[in-house]
């Protein structure tokens, strides 16, 4: 079962052990985000995992020659500006025949120009997503089955607390309680996931 680690920690354990493990912890939790990434930009499912790999290592790189300063920009903006140039980068050298129309993912050569703004944006959708899932799963772990399962059901599905009382056989306050403690938790993780990092 995956324990809870924040992005702290996953940079401590970068920093302190030699191991391969915190590496892989590393990549496990950040390679998806620029894959999504990557892929949003226009990228086949083939690039994106190279443009991914590629980040991973250049970060690496970065990293353990002690250039990254958590005191000059978040983890993720990190990351981000170096997934995009290394995006930039496979773009720049693909073929303007494939780049004017991609058939792997449907994009024409205009849908991949974008400008700053909408790609950190794109950035910053993927990695809130990322942070979110995290979280829910550490909350399914910490709660009870089934009042995670009220709160799914009725905050993220949107049944009615009517049809979720049904379903499990819970009192309509119940799942409002179920609701906002669970609120509450996934608030104090995401907060946590990214403290001083």
């Known amino acids: 079962m995956a324990r809870w680690v924040t ?13 391969t493990s915190a590496w892989s912890q590393f ?8 894959v999504q990434f990557a892929k949003q930009l226009g990228l086949s499912a083939v690039d994106a995992e190279d443009a991914a790999q590629e980040t991973m ?26 997934a995009n140039r290394v995006i930039l980068n496979l773009r720049g050298h693909r073929p303007l025949e494939r780049l004017v129309a991609d058939e792997t993912t449907g994009t024409s050569f205009w849908d991949l120009v ?12 993927e990695w809130r997503q990322m942070v979110l899932k995290k ?14 399962r009220a709160f799914e059901l ?6 009615s607390v009517e049809g979720v009382c049904n379903e499990l056989g819970m009192s309509g306050n119940a799942v409002y309680i179920a609701k906002s403690r669970i609120l509450a938790r996934l608030r104090r993780l995401a907060e946590q996931f990214e403290q001083l990092c």
């Open 135 to 148: 979280c829910l799963e550490q909350v399914q772990r910490e709660f009870d089955a089934r009042v995670f």
């Open 114 to 125: 974008q400008d700053d703004h909408s790609t950190r944006q794109t950035w910053e959708t």
């Open 27 to 34: 990549c496990n939790h950040f390679q998806p985000v620029v």
């Open 57 to 82: 290592a250049t970060f690496f790189k970065v990293f353990s020659s002690g250039r990254y300063d958590p005191r000059k920009g978040r983890l993720s903006s990190w990351l981000f500006g170096v």
């Open 154 to 159: 009725y905050a993220i599905r949107g049944i």
């Open 7 to 19: 992005t702290t920690q996953l940079l401590d354990g970068l920093r302190t052990t030699n191991d």
